[in-house]
């Protein structure tokens, strides 16, 4: 009975487990139906299979990351393009302006009204102004309005023309110039209006007294004095030249003049002088000739000159004399004056980019032709069989930078250090380590992206440049590395 009963139980036990797991599989299967999370996961193989083209990314990925790490700790290389410029050794000098000079004095005194134009040239006993010693006649100018029928279109265009010149000379470092300008300029309206002004008034003013002045000499007129009339070249000095201490008077037209003092200025003759101090290393450059050629005030054109070198008594002086053009410079006393030297023209790069390169040389006399080639630009190398003893020649045409008379200077990467080169004419050979080397100066160019010696022919340096001749290797607008001494040739740039 009692097994029959734990039979019983354990059947109802099982039954119970087969329900359950019956319910679990329901739910499930409707759980798939509603959308809700399924308990059938697929799974993937997790193992990562090495093949070829995995170590190709791998590795290119590794160099990479080497270059960017090695490309990080090196300073960087820097490059400057090459450009044309040129290099004047012209003399810049101030110089100071020396005529024959002749001022004439007054005896009456009164209003100075001049009839000849500042600049122009004179007879001699001929009138260069009238002094009104009443000033009767210079009152009645003064009231004069209707200079619209005195002035002519010309004069008009003569007054705009001054002004246009002295608007395109002026500086501010010579702004005193300013008020000799002024002066001068009413100076050349008045002498415009007076000539014609005095012979209508004249009929007019019988009481009128008037003393004429006329030029004891033939020459330029010019109105203003400044003490240097009388200039004596011999005892010239520094302090003559110090432009902060000059005193420019001008004579115009309406001033009031007393007895005795200047009226006027005559330059009677067209030779004249230029004195500026000057340099012992500068009267070395132009010794060679007996003339110089000068450009004064930067004007458009040369003048060749004879010269002589004066001992002053604080240093030396040139003193370059002239015979023409004196009526451009009338007016000035200092003057700027290039002595016009050499003008040299080229290529211009850094000093820091400049390397010298030792290169072979070897005489011409080993250099022959080559097959269906013309042109000796071949040398002959022995080859000596280690296993039969048999020599032969080897031709190699090497990289040749110039050539003189009797040598060629070639690369010394086109040979290797054991190599014997051969005269086929006269048979004679010479080791390559025993041949002659030279210097040559060079840059290196980076426009293949690897540091490319090429050679240059430095012209003169001048400071932190060189100026190099176009003739050679380098052209404009080449790159080459700014400083020779941060890569090696050959080396790779980027």
């Known amino acids: 009975m009692s097994n029959t009963g734990n039979r019983n ?7 119970s487990r087969k329900n359950a797991v019956s319910r679990t599989a329901s739910k499930s299967r409707n759980s798939g139906r509603n959308g809700r999370k399924s308990n059938n996961v697929l799974k993937f193989n997790k193992d990562i ?17 080497i270059c960017i790490i090695i490309a990080s700790r090196k300073d960087p290389i820097t490059t400057y393009k090459v450009n044309k410029s040129d290099i004047s050794d012209n003399i810049i000098l101030n110089g100071l302006i020396i005529r024959d000079e002749q001022i004439i004095n007054t005896t009456k005194s009164g209003y100075v009204c001049y009839y000849i134009r500042d600049g122009e040239k004179i007879m001699k006993n001929c009138t260069v102004c009238t002094i009104d010693e ?10 004069f309005d209707n200079y ?3 002035l002519k279109a010309e004069d008009y265009e003569e007054i705009r023309s001054n002004i246009s010149l002295y608007k395109v000379s002026y500086n501010n470092d010579s702004f005193y110039e300013a008020y000799n300008f002024n002066s001068s300029l009413n100076n050349k309206v008045l002498e415009l209006t007076n000539e014609v002004l005095m012979q209508e008034l004249s009929d007019s003013s019988s009481n009128i007294r008037m003393a004429k002045i006329n030029s004891m000499y033939s020459g330029v007129v010019t109105y203003y004095v400044d003490g240097y009339e009388q200039y004596n070249i011999n005892n010239v000095k520094k302090e003559d030249f110090d432009k902060s201490k000059y005193s420019k008077q001008t004579l115009k037209s309406g001033s009031v003049v007393s007895a005795g003092s200047p009226i006027v200025k005559i330059i009677p003759n067209e030779e004249w002088n230029i004195l500026s101090a000057i340099t012992t290393e500068q009267i070395n450059s132009i010794s060679e000739n007996d003339y110089v050629t000068i450009r004064i005030n930067n004007s458009t054109y ?4 004879p010269y002589e070198i004066v001992n002053g008594s604080d240093g030396q002086y040139i003193n370059i004399k002239l ?18 030297m050499d003008d040299k023209a080229g290529l211009k790069v850094p000093v820091s980019a400049l390397v010298e390169k030792d290169v072979y040389k070897i ?5 022959s032709g080559g097959s269906n080639e013309e042109g000796t630009n071949y040398l002959n190398i022995q080859v000596k069989d280690e296993a039969t003893g048999e020599i032969t020649l080897n031709q190699v045409k090497p990289y040749v930078y110039f050539s003189d008379d009797d040598y060629k200077y070639v690369d010394p990467d086109s040979f290797l250090s054991t190599d014997v080169i051969l005269d086929v004419n006269t048979q004679k050979t010479i080791a390559i380590s025993l041949v002659s080397s030279s210097s040559i100066k060079g840059v290196y160019s980076a426009n293949r992206g690897i540091a490319d010696f090429k050679m240059v022919d430095v012209i003169e340096i001048v400071d932190e440049f060189a100026l190099i001749s176009n003739d050679g290797e380098l052209k404009e607008y080449d790159n080459i590395i700014l400083d020779s001494s941060s890569v090696k040739e050959n080396q790779i740039i980027y």
């Open 134 to 143: 009443t000033g009767q006649l210079y009152n009645q100018l003064s009231d």
């Open 148 to 150: 619209n029928s005195v």
């Open 9 to 15: 139980i354990t059947n109802n036990k099982n039954i």
């Open 302 to 305: 040369t003048m060749d000159m």
């Open 363 to 367: 005489p011409k006399s080993y250099f």
């Open 323 to 340: 015979s023409k053009y004196l009526s451009n410079f009338v007016d000035e006393r200092f003057v700027d004056v290039e002595i016009i």
């Open 49 to 65: 299979k090495i093949n070829a083209a995995t170590c190709v990314i791998a590795a290119v990925l590794l160099y990479s990351v």
